[in-house]
Structures are given as structure tokens and as C-alpha cells.
């Protein structure tokens, strides 16, 4: 079975940066698209971004657009995502997410619906405050 460990939340400014990761374990990441989404108190789930099998292909939410941005490094089995000038509203539980295996090609582009998404990581809090 694939599972997903989210690593580095915190508490930062607003304005403030992170980079969360997500290591895969139990297969190789070759094979798997990732998703990242979050889930605020009394919000429902929202996809924030996520990345094709090759890297090349990714979707952001319009909330995130130009300050959040995804990448993968297959040879160390993780999944990146360095978000930039937080902000309150980007608190959250962030969790990254797998949907079934698939065979790489060049034009799939992974979709943000939690629908598509099988494999699911514990989930890292970031929170964002002065």
C-alpha cells in the first residue's frame, strides 16, 4: 500500500514562507500523481495544487496562484510545496493525496477533486498569524 507522510507546518507571519513535503513509502512515486489539499475549521477540503507523474503538468487553485508553487523530485520519493506570502486565510490542515496508480504520459493533467484521490497522508497544520 502507498502511504504519504506530510512534513514541515508551522507557525509562520503573514508574509511568511514554508515548504511542505510529502514522502511517499511502500511504492515508488513513478507512478502517482499528487495532490495537495486543505482543510480549514468549519471549511470543507479544498484542492491547492497538484502535479503530474513527469512534473511537467500541474494545476493551482486561483487562491494560490503566483505565490504557491509544486514540484517533485522522484528520485527521493517526495513531493514538494513551497507556498509564499502566507496568509491568514491559507491556515489549515494540509494534507497530500494519491489517486490510483496510472502509466506517465505526456498531456494527463491531474485534476483538484478529492474525488480522484485514494491515498491520503495524516496531514500537517500551518498556520499563519501575527
Known amino acids: 500500500q502507498l502511504q504519504l507522510v506530510e512534513s514541515g507546518g508551522g507557525l509562520v507571519q503573514p508574509g511568511g514562507s514554508l515548504r511542505l513535503s510529502c514522502e511517499a513509502s511502500g511504492f515508488l512515486l513513478d507512478y502517482y500523481d499528487i495532490g495537495w489539499f486543505r482543510q480549514a475549521p468549519g471549511k470543507e477540503r479544498e484542492g491547492v495544487s497538484c502535479?503530474?507523474?513527469?512534473?511537467?503538468?500541474?494545476n493551482y487553485a486561483d487562491s494560490v496562484k503566483g505565490r504557491f508553487t509544486i514540484s517533485r523530485d522522484n528520485a527521493k520519493n517526495t513531493v514538494y510545496l513551497q507556498m509564499n506570502s502566507l496568509l491568514p486565510e491559507d491556515t489549515a490542515i494540509y494534507y497530500c493525496a494519491a489517486p490510483p496508480a496510472r502509466y506517465d504520459n505526456d498531456w494527463y493533467v491531474p485534476r483538484l477533486d478529492s474525488n480522484d484521490y485514494e491515498s491520503w497522508g495524516q496531514g500537517t497544520q500551518v498556520t499563519v498569524s501575527s
Open positions: 502535479i503530474s507523474i513527469n512534473g511537467r503538468n500541474t
